[in-house]
């Protein structure tokens, strides 16, 4: 897939804006707080209706406005023409469009344009909560497997019921209790042996890519541990039923599954630096588009790198810039403060780039960069 040009209005600091961009890598220059990751947070809500950082689409909305609108015209890997738009006034629902026919629900879009976006919060995925590894999960293989968005939602709306019923000053209704946990233990089964042939699939892309960053120094690798690993899910949520009802909410579940981070057999979260936990994350990452771009069939993944290189040490960052510019990668945006590391990238290949400059939201082509 790639992003011919996107036209921006009204979407957090950037007022307007409208590009035409390169096929292969784009390079967008700018201090912190210019609107370089709103740019890039832009790109992402064509791809997922939503954006990557906010999940209130009227607060993406610059202040001072009453809406915001986003276009990318795309061509697809077969060279069909594809127009996106999403546009949104105050106190009314976002409307999202393929061709000028607006979609009946979004979940129909999403897996339509494939995408990775790395950035600087994406430590939160070993530091924070086990729902971030959960949501990393569901970003991925939603995007392959409309079965599983649906499994999803199935589960997550019998796990509503099942916590209203737990929550009930008087006694629930057995019958109806048994009811959501069978639908919550069916779509659970499907959950899982999906996110579990996932990771499986995952472990050995991203300790490749893991090691060729690091050279080799350290090993790296991905736990899933999930309540189905325990026996057949019905018999796991009901056998603490009454727990449950005395805490109101369901202690069991794929709900409660996470995806342990390990650096040489331990906890990420408590043995990596910054440098090591910055490089995990990445490497999952490209982990990631290069899952996608082998299961998604239709079209290649955007690759979105948000200032990837701070706190990264210099052998590192020259092992990343030979990853990203080699044959596997398609469309590139990439962004930092300064012109160092991506002078590095543009030097080594002759492939076509463009490069913008990025100052309060306003975004220009440097024209006399630019070469084929």
């Known amino acids: 897939m790639f ?9 957090k600091n950037i007022q ?32 997922f209706c939503r954006s990557f950082y906010n999940s209130i689409d009227s607060q993406v909305i610059s202040h001072d406005q009453e809406f915001f609108m986003i276009e990318g015209e795309y061509e697809t890997d077969n060279g069909e023409p594809e127009v996106i738009y999403c546009g949104m006034k105050r106190g009314t629902k976002k409307h ?7 979609y009946k629900k979004l979940s129909q879009h999403i897996g339509f344009i494939p995408l990775v976006f790395v950035s600087p919060a994406d430590t939160y995925l070993i530091e924070g909560g086990s729902e971030e590894r959960r949501r990393l999960m569901d970003m991925v293989i939603s995007q392959y497997d409309i079965g599983y968005m649906e499994a999803l939602s199935n589960y997550n709306k019998a796990l509503l019921q099942r916590n209203a019923l737990l929550k009930m000053e008087d006694e629930p209704d057995v019958a109806l209790m048994e009811i959501w946990e069978n639908e919550m233990a069916t779509n659970g089964e499907i959950i899982y042996q999906k996110r579990d042939a996932f990771v499986h699939e995952l472990i050995p892309i991203f300790q490749s890519i893991y ?14 541990v999930s309540h189905c690993q325990r026996g057949p899910l019905l ?10 009802r005395a805490i109101g909410y369901s202690l069991h579940g794929t709900h409660r599954d996470d995806l342990e981070m390990l650096l040489d057999g331990y ?11 910055k490089t995990f994350v990445l490497a999952l990452k490209l982990a990631q588009f290069d899952f996608l771009k082998r299961t998604t ?30 044959d596997n990668y398609g469309q590139i945006f990439i962004t930092d403060t300064n012109r160092d590391h991506l002078d590095k990238i543009l030097h080594r290949n002759a492939f076509d780039y463009k490069l913008f400059s990025v100052a309060n939201g306003n975004i220009e082509e440097r024209k006399e960069e630019n070469r084929v």
């Open 3 to 11: 992003l011919k040009n996107i036209s921006i209005l009204h979407f």
């Open 16 to 47: 307007s804006a409208n590009l035409a961009l390169s096929k292969n890598l784009n390079c967008f220059i700018g201090h912190n707080g210019a609107g370089k990751t709103n740019l890039l947070d832009a790109i992402y809500y064509l791809s």
């Open 96 to 102: 999202f469009k393929r061709n000028k026919k607006e």
């Open 211 to 224: 090691q060729q960053i690091s050279e080799q120094k350290e090993q790296v690798s991905l736990r899933y």
């Open 235 to 244: 018999e796991v949520i009901q056998k603490d039923r009454f727990k449950d």
């Open 267 to 277: 906890q990420m979260k408590r043995e990596g630096s910054q440098g090591q936990m």
């Open 297 to 326: 069939s239709r079209n290649t993944p955007l690759l979105l790198l948000d200032d990837i290189f701070d706190k990264l040490d210099a052998r590192r960052v020259e092992q990343i810039v030979h990853l990203v510019s080699g």
